[in-house]
C-alpha cells in the first residue's frame, strides 16, 4: 500500500522558517510530480507548490512565490517544502501528495496520493 507522510510541522514566530518533509514508501517516486497544499479549517484546500519529477520544473501560488521553495530528493524519496519569512496567515494543516499526471499542477484533483497533513502555526 503506498504511503505518503508530510513532517515538520510546528510552531514558529512569524519571520521565521520551517522545513517540511515528505516522505514517500512502495512508490516509484521519481514518476510522480509532488505538491504541496495547505488548509485552513472550514476552506478548500489551496495548492502553494510543486515540483517536476526531475526537479525542472516548479509552479508557486502567489501567496508564497518568494518565501517557499520546493525541492525533492529523489534518491530519498523524499520532498521539501523550505517556507521562509513566515506569516500568521500562513498558519494551516499543510499536505503533500504525488500526482501521476504529466505537468505540475496546483490543483487537488491531479493528484492520486496523500499525506496525512502536518500542522504549521505561525504566532505574530
Known amino acids: 500500500q503506498v504511503q505518503v507522510v508530510a513532517s515538520g510541522g510546528g510552531l514558529v514566530q512569524a519571520g521565521g522558517s520551517l522545513r517540511l518533509s515528505c516522505t514517500a514508501s512502495r512508490l516509484n517516486f521519481d514518476g510522480y510530480q509532488v505538491g504541496w497544499f495547505r488548509q485552513i479549517l472550514g476552506k478548500e484546500r489551496e495548492g502553494i507548490g510543486c515540483?517536476?519529477?526531475?526537479?525542472?520544473?516548479?509552479n508557486y501560488a502567489d501567496s508564497v512565490k518568494g518565501r517557499f521553495t520546493v525541492s525533492r530528493d529523489n534518491a530519498k524519496n523524499t520532498a521539501y517544502l523550505q517556507m521562509d519569512n513566515l506569516k500568521p496567515e500562513d498558519t494551516a494543516m499543510y499536505y503533500c501528495?504525488?500526482?501521476?499526471?504529466?505537468?505540475?499542477?496546483?490543483?487537488?484533483?491531479?493528484?492520486?496520493?496523500w499525506g496525512q497533513g502536518t500542522q504549521v502555526t505561525v504566532s505574530s
Open positions: 501528495a504525488a500526482s501521476h499526471s504529466a505537468f505540475c499542477a496546483l490543483t487537488t484533483d491531479r493528484y492520486d496520493y
Open positions: 515540483i517536476s519529477r526531475r526537479s525542472a520544473t516548479t
